[in-house]
């Protein structure tokens, strides 16, 4: 079995030979292909448009792939072109991947055969990107040693989530999920000034694809403290400290490079932000509004609401406080480990950032009405928390209980898939049939 790396922090076996690190990457990028291609597939299988074509191209042209698309294309504008929305509203991570793209389906090599290189360049751009993250989830999870039955159960929960299909959709998603995995998979391996360009190199991308990347911050915040506390000088402390805090300060670069273009050339340091509360007029709940009581009030019923022409299926009054005793839970958990200097307890952090991620979400796009608390679109976002909880869970109960409790956990996770399954394509046909706002 591949041996574990060591960590910043952490204590891991020796770095497994090399012969073997290439024989899962290329097994892992095969298997990052297959999945891909599956999704895709299901996208385009239950669509009713008329031919592949036309329903593989609607992938990239919904909703916020719009804005992307016209990014792409001619750079920011404060110009409303979709509704009441300006491509200002939009990180540009995610554009400035698909550009080079574009460019190239833009040659006459390309130009003859695809009729919409916006589009296409956004699809590509996002299922190329899918793959790469596939890659490093389960590179991550055989450097823990994880048995390859796992990692499927894995992947197939990752699936069986209503809003996976994002992945291979024309979205940021999967580049930020792959900066954020490769955040993790480079962070998990010795600390070094190659490996911490690295990871900063990760922590731009998403800080720049997503606002949720801002919260990554705290993996290296966390697992630095943790290994300051295990190390014997104060010297070997500080430089730990000193290590982890430059990494997580790269957690804001791609975001501060955005906000100072947009002050270079529209004079308006928070623009993204004006033009997210004027286009979705989003007001948020308050930077403590996740302290109000009214938030969990609901969460015994399932809301259906009117945002979506009538199909939107409203569930934040159960992710919110389920997100909360799951990610406190493996949070209690991830401290038992770093007690026992285990390298598991790395989960802790990605509690952590997962948990930044749900409150970034409710203090941008919640909002309190007088019946309770509701996000429009956090079951979209609730697929890329997912993604990174489902490996890390899977991770910290190996190593916390004793393998007849595993297994009886894994089981119930096991029973889920079917109903969740289910639930993933209902949702999947709503998007592509009914138009459901993503």
């Known amino acids: 079995m591949e041996g574990m790396e060591s960590s910043p922090g952490m204590r891991f076996s020796v770095e497994a030979p090399r012969p073997i690190i290439a024989r899962t990457v290329v097994w892992s990028l095969l298997i990052g292909v297959l999945l891909v291609i599956y999704q895709v597939a299901c996208s385009v299988l239950i669509s009713d448009r ?67 290189p916006p589009q296409i360049s956004l699809l590509v751009t996002a299922q190329v990107c899918a793959v790469v993250a596939w890659v490093y989830l389960i590179l991550i999870m055989r450097r823990f040693a994880v048995p390859p039955f796992l990692i499927g159960l894995s992947i197939v929960m990752i699936l069986a989530q209503p809003f996976s299909f994002i992945m291979v959709w024309g979205y940021s998603e999967s580049l930020f999920l792959l900066a954020v995995m490769g955040f993790l998979y480079w962070y998990t391996k010795p600390e070094g000034l190659r490996n911490g ?81 004027e286009g979705w007029g989003h007001q948020g709940i308050g930077l403590f509004g996740i302290f109000n009581w009214k938030i969990y009030r609901p969460w015994w019923r399932s809301f259906v609401s009117g945002y ?30 770093a007690r026992r200097k285990r390298p598991e307890s790395i989960s802790g952090s990605v509690v952590l950032f997962v948990y930044g991620m749900l409150y970034l979400t409710m203090v941008g796009v919640g909002k309190l009405h007088d019946f309770g608390f509701t996000v429009v679109g956090l079951s979209r976002y609730e697929f890329v928390m997912m993604f990174l909880l489902f490996p890390f869970l899977i991770i910290q109960v190996r190593a916390l209980f004793r393998p007849a409790f595993c297994y009886a956990i894994f089981g119930a996770l096991g029973l889920l898939v079917i109903p969740l399954m ?11 049939n009914h138009h459901i706002a993503l």
């Open 50 to 116: 008329a031919t592949w074509s036309e329903a593989y191209r609607f992938m990239g042209g919904t909703y916020d792939a719009n804005w992307y698309a016209v990014i792409v294309q001619g750079g920011y504008s404060t110009t409303k072109t979709f509704g009441n929305i300006a491509s200002v509203a939009f990180m540009p991570g995610f554009p400035i991947a698909a550009h080079p793209v574009y460019w190239l389906l833009k040659t006459p090599l390309f130009s003859w055969l695809v009729s919409y």
């Open 197 to 277: 360009l690295t990871i900063q190199a990760h922590a731009l991308v998403a800080s720049a694809s997503r606002m949720h990347g801002l919260a990554l911050f705290t993996i290296p915040l966390f697992c630095g403290i943790i290994g300051a506390l295990h190390d014997s000088t104060w010297p070997e402390r500080l430089r730990r400290l000193l290590y982890n805090g430059l990494l997580a300060l790269s957690a804001f670069s791609g975001a501060v490079i955005h906000f100072s273009y947009l002050y270079w050339k529209f004079g308006d340091w928070l623009l993204y932000f004006h033009s997210q509360m």
């Open 308 to 337: 979506a022409e009538g199909n939107w299926v409203e569930l934040s009054g159960i992710i919110v406080p389920v997100f909360t005793v799951l990610c406190l839970l493996l949070f209690v958990g991830s401290l038992v480990l």
């Open 422 to 432: 289910l639930y993933h394509f209902y949702y999947l046909n709503l998007a592509v």
